[in-house]
C-alpha cells in the first residue's frame, strides 16, 4: 500500500486549514493510541476524523466494529482506496457536531477514540461526556497544554471549570505524550494522548445548577469564590458564609481550591436556598 503522502499526491488531496487536519503517520504511534484506549474484539469504536485512514485501520483491526465519522469529503477516495478491504468498517462523511445525540445513543454502549482538530477538542469531548449516555470512554489527541488543563489539581494554575467538568463525568489521564514530528503536516504544537474513562460517580441534586456553579466560580478568578456567587446567584453573603461554613470552607476561599466532590456539596446548598426562595414567593 502507498505511503500517507504517495496517498496525498496521488489524489492531489489538498489540506484544509479551516480542519485543521494532521495526519499521524508513525506506525508505533498507531498502535499505542488504540491500546490507550483499551480496544477489545467485543467493542464498537466511534473514531472521530478518520483523516488518512492510518488510525482507523488499527483501530479496525482490534474492534469489533469501527464507525467512522470525517467531515472532509475530498478524502472519500483516499479512504476508498486505504480502507475498502475492512469489512467491519462504516464511514460517514459528516460534522459530528451536527448529528443528533439520539443518533449515538441508538448505537448502543462504544468508545471513542479521535485525533482531533485542537480548535474543537473541548465541544467534541464535552459532548460526548454531556449527550452520549452510551459512551465508555474517550481517548483523543490534544495539544499538550489542554491534555494538561483537563488533568490539573486543585489549587493549580491549570485547573478551571474544564477540568472539573470533565472530572464530574469521568476520569481523566494522560497516557503518553506526542512530540509534533509525528504528524504530517507537521503542527506548530506538541500533543497527548488523552484517555477518559466515564463513571457515574457523582450525584449533585441538579446537574444543572452544578455546572452553572462551577463556572461562576472561575468566572473571576482573581475574585473570591463569595464575591462570584453574588455575581451569578441572588444569594445574600450571610447566605453563602453560612453555606461556605456548613462545608468547611472559610469565606476568602477562591474556586480554584475546591474540588469536584466540594463543588457538588456546595451547588447543592445553592439548590436547595434557590428552592426555597422560590417557594417563599
Do not use: W
Not at 489538498?14 to 480496544?39: C, M, P, T, W, Y
Not at 467485543?42 to 482490534?62: K, M, N, Y
Not at 460526548?128 to 497544554?145: D, G, I, P, W, Y
Not at 482573581?222 to 464575591?227: A, E, I, P, Q
Amino acid at each position: 500500500m502507498d505511503s500517507v503522502k504517495d496517498s496525498i499526491i496521488k489524489h492531489n488531496f489538498r489540506f484544509n486549514k479551516s480542519f485543521g487536519q494532521n495526519f499521524i503517520s508513525d506506525v508505533n504511534l498507531l498502535s499505542a493510541i488504540v491500546e490507550d484506549a483499551e480496544i477489545t474484539s467485543e467493542d464498537l469504536v466511534l473514531e472521530i476524523g478518520a483523516g488518512a485512514g492510518t488510525l482507523t485501520r488499527e483501530i479496525a483491526l482490534q474492534a469489533k466494529k469501527v464507525i467512522s465519522y470525517e467531515i472532509d469529503n475530498n478524502l472519500k477516495p483516499i479512504l476508498a482506496e486505504r480502507l475498502g478491504d475492512l469489512e467491519n468498517l462504516e464511514l460517514r462523511f459528516a460534522d459530528i457536531m451536527k448529528v443528533p445525540a439520539d443518533e449515538i445513543n441508538g448505537l448502543g454502549k462504544f468508545k471513542v477514540v479521535a485525533n482531533l482538530p485542537y480548535y474543537i477538542t473541548t465541544p467534541v469531548t464535552m459532548f460526548f461526556l454531556e449527550e452520549c449516555k452510551n459512551a465508555e470512554s474517550v481517548t483523543v489527541m490534544v495539544q499538550k497544554e489542554v491534555a494538561e488543563r483537563f488533568c490539573a489539581k486543585a489549587g493549580t494554575s491549570d485547573y478551571g471549570a474544564i477540568t472539573v467538568a470533565v472530572d464530574f463525568y469521568g476520569e481523566a489521564e494522560i497516557k503518553r505524550q506526542v512530540g509534533r514530528q509525528m504528524f504530517f503536516p507537521v503542527p506548530n504544537v506538541d500533543s497527548a494522548v488523552l484517555n477518559i474513562k466515564i463513571r457515574d460517580k457523582y450525584h449533585p441534586k441538579c446537574v444543572k445548577t452544578f455546572l452553572r456553579t462551577v463556572k461562576c466560580a472561575f468566572a473571576m478568578r482573581r475574585k473570591t469564590l463569595s464575591n462570584n456567587l453574588i455575581s451569578s446567584f441572588k444569594l445574600t453573603r450571610d447566605q453563602i458564609d453560612v453555606m461556605l461554613g456548613k462545608l468547611g470552607l472559610q469565606n476568602t476561599i477562591r474556586g480554584e481550591r475546591l474540588n469536584t466532590d466540594e463543588f457538588v456539596k456546595l451547588s447543592d446548598e445553592i439548590y436547595d436556598i434557590m428552592q426555597e426562595n422560590k417557594e417563599v414567593k
